[in-house]
Nanobody, 122 residues
Framework: QVQLVESGGGLVQAGGSLTLSCAASGSIFSIKSMGWYRQSPGNQRELVAGITSGTSTNYADSVKGRFTISRDNDKNTVYLLMNSLKPEDTAVYYC????????????????WGQGTQVTVSS
């Protein structure tokens, strides 16, 4: 079984920083990409940042220049460094992984973490 475990969410004041971590574990053949999504009340879940196995990254326009995504392939872990946080960054943040498993190496599955709450006070 594949599991994504998130950590690092919490309450922070505007202008502060926070780092989220997501570790993938279980029966994994390969991780094609990992990313962070967020969802706040009244909004659809949106991609915040993504990173491929080749280290190519992409960011939502709203977080460019403030957030940085990185990964440690040996640990199957992805990080999201969030700087200069704003109240509008308040949301539940979800980790996502596009992962293949040994018994189905030709199929890429999408796995989700449980979500972690990030609240930015003004």
């Amino acid at each position: 079984q594949v599991q994504l475990v998130e950590s690092g969410g919490g309450l922070v004041q505007a202008g502060g920083s926070l780092t989220l971590s997501c570790a993938a574990s279980g029966s994994i053949f390969s991780i094609k990409s990992m990313g962070w999504y967020r969802q706040s009340p009244g909004n659809q879940r949106e991609l915040v940042a993504g990173i491929t196995s080749g280290t190519s990254t992409n960011y939502a326009d709203s977080v460019k220049g403030r957030f940085t995504i990185s990964r440690d392939n040996d640990k199957n872990t992805v990080y999201l460094l969030m700087n200069s946080l704003k109240p509008e960054d308040t949301a539940v943040y979800y980790c996502n992984g596009l992962i293949t498993i040994p018994q189905h190496r030709d199929i890429t599955y999408s796995y989700w973490g449980q979500g972690t709450q990030v609240t930015v006070s003004s």
